[in-house]
Each structure stands twice: as C-alpha cells, then as structure tokens.
C-alpha cells in the first residue's frame, strides 16, 4: 500500500510539473476543451483547476518545486470531486425499492383523491369518469404490488423479510424485471394522466 502510494504521488507529482508549463497547458485545454463541451460535468471540473493552476502558476518559474508540492493535493481533491459527482449522478435505487416507494406515494395519493371524490363510494363503484379513472389508476398500483412479489419472491420475502431479488443473469431475470418496470411505468402515465385531468395538486 505504502508502495502505490509513493507511485501516485510521484505520478502526480510529475503531472503536476508538466502542468507548470505553459504549452503543456495549452495543449491540455486544446484536447480536451471538445470532450468538455460535451460535458458540463467535466467542464466544471476542468474550470476549477484552471483556475487553481493560474493561481499557483508564476510563468517565470516554470516547474518550481512549490507548485510541484501543491498539484497532489489538487489533483488528488479533483479526483474525489470527480467521484463523489459520478455516484449522485450515476446512483439508481433497485428495482424494488423504486417500486416500494411507488406503491407508498400512490396509496396516499389515490387515497386523497378517493376522499376527496365521496360520490364514489367507499369501493369507488359509481359510474362517474373520475370514479373510473380512480378505479383504473388503483387497478394499475395493484399490478406493481403483484409485480413486485413476482421479483421479490423467495423465502425471506415470503415470510415478511427482505426482498429476494433475482440476480442478473439468472433464468427469468429480464421477465420479472421487464414486468416490474412495466407496471411502475404504467402506473406513472395513468396518475399523470390523473393529475392533469383532475387533481388540484398539481401534475406530477
């Protein structure tokens, strides 16, 4: 560990030397300023250690060893800015959690709306269009929840633990996942729907 330690630090050590020199960063913006436009992420990052470079760089002292000291610890904080970015922006949830959570936000939902419309009934069986898409927006919640025990079945989900889930690659995996996002896309473009016809809150 102590070895690869001392490598990254030399390594970025003689990065940061090359970088004190002002056609080593012109070539550097030059090859990568088309690569950045394409990205606004990299971009920023690209413009805090520019800014930082300009700041630590004297152009009559090319390569002087306090700038040589200062890089690591900036190369080493972009990389970890780099980093923590590409896990918020790259960070899914799993299958069953987006669907559980679906489920919750649309049983409270539908339950307000249900409350909110009494004609309905208490089985929302009156004959009304906004009974009806009631009724079909319920109909689409429940088609998660027995999507989501398809997925999730297994011993520990069945006596009431933890879900489950296949693992990729497995046989009938891309079925139940298929299903699953099915149902919760399905169930997102009727409460939309809903939403805009009826609700006063406001489209999702």
Same mark, same amino acid.
Do not use: W
């Given at each position: 560990?102590?070895?690869?330690?001392?490598?990254?630090?030399?390594?970025?050590? !003689?990065?940061?030397?090359?970088?004190?020199?002002?056609?080593?960063?012109?070539?550097? /913006?030059?090859?990568?300023?088309?690569?950045?436009?394409?990205?606004?992420?990299?971009? +920023?990052?690209?413009?805090?250690?520019?800014?930082?470079?300009?700041?630590?760089?004297?152009?009559?002292?090319?390569?002087? +060893?306090?700038?040589?000291?200062?890089?690591?610890?900036?190369?080493?904080?972009?990389?970890?800015?780099?980093?923590? /970015?590409?896990?918020?922006?790259? +960070?899914?949830?799993?299958?069953?959690?987006?669907?559980? &959570?679906?489920?919750?936000?649309?049983?409270?939902?539908?339950?307000?709306?249900?409350?909110?419309?009494?004609?309905?009934?208490?089985?929302?069986? /009156?004959?009304?269009?906004?009974?009806?898409?009631?009724?079909? /927006?319920?109909?689409?919640?429940?088609?998660?929840?027995?999507?989501?025990?398809?997925?999730?079945?297994?011993?520990?989900?069945?006596?009431?633990?933890?879900?489950?889930?296949?693992?990729?690659?497995?046989?009938?995996? &891309?079925?139940? !996942?298929?299903?699953?996002?099915?149902?919760?896309?399905?169930? &997102?473009?009727?409460?939309?729907?809903?939403?805009?016809?009826?609700?006063?809150?406001?489209?999702?």
């Amino acid at each position: 560990m102590k070895t690869l330690t001392k490598v990254y630090i030399s390594v970025a050590t !003689l990065i940061g030397t090359l970088f004190t020199f002002p056609q080593v960063q012109q070539f550097a /913006a030059s090859t990568l300023g088309a690569f950045a436009s394409h990205n606004p992420r990299v971009a +920023s990052i690209l413009a805090v250690a520019a800014v930082i470079l300009a700041l630590i760089h004297d152009p009559k002292k090319p390569g002087d +060893s306090s700038q040589r000291n200062l890089f690591p610890l900036i190369l080493l904080a972009l990389v970890v800015f780099q980093g923590c /970015a590409a896990l918020r922006i790259h +960070s899914v949830p799993p299958p069953e959690r987006l669907a559980y &959570d679906t489920l919750v936000a649309a049983k409270g939902f539908l339950g307000s709306e249900a409350n909110a419309h009494p004609e309905c009934g208490p089985n929302l069986t /009156a004959n009304t269009p906004v009974c009806s898409d009631l009724r079909t /927006a319920v109909a689409a919640k429940d088609l998660i929840a027995d999507a989501l025990e398809i997925y999730c079945a297994g011993p520990d989900f069945s006596n009431g633990g933890a879900c489950n889930a296949p693992r990729k690659g497995t046989p009938g995996y &891309d079925q139940v !996942l298929s299903k699953l996002n099915a149902a919760l896309s399905n169930y &997102d473009r009727i409460e939309k729907d809903f939403r805009e016809a009826y609700s006063l809150k406001g489209a999702k």
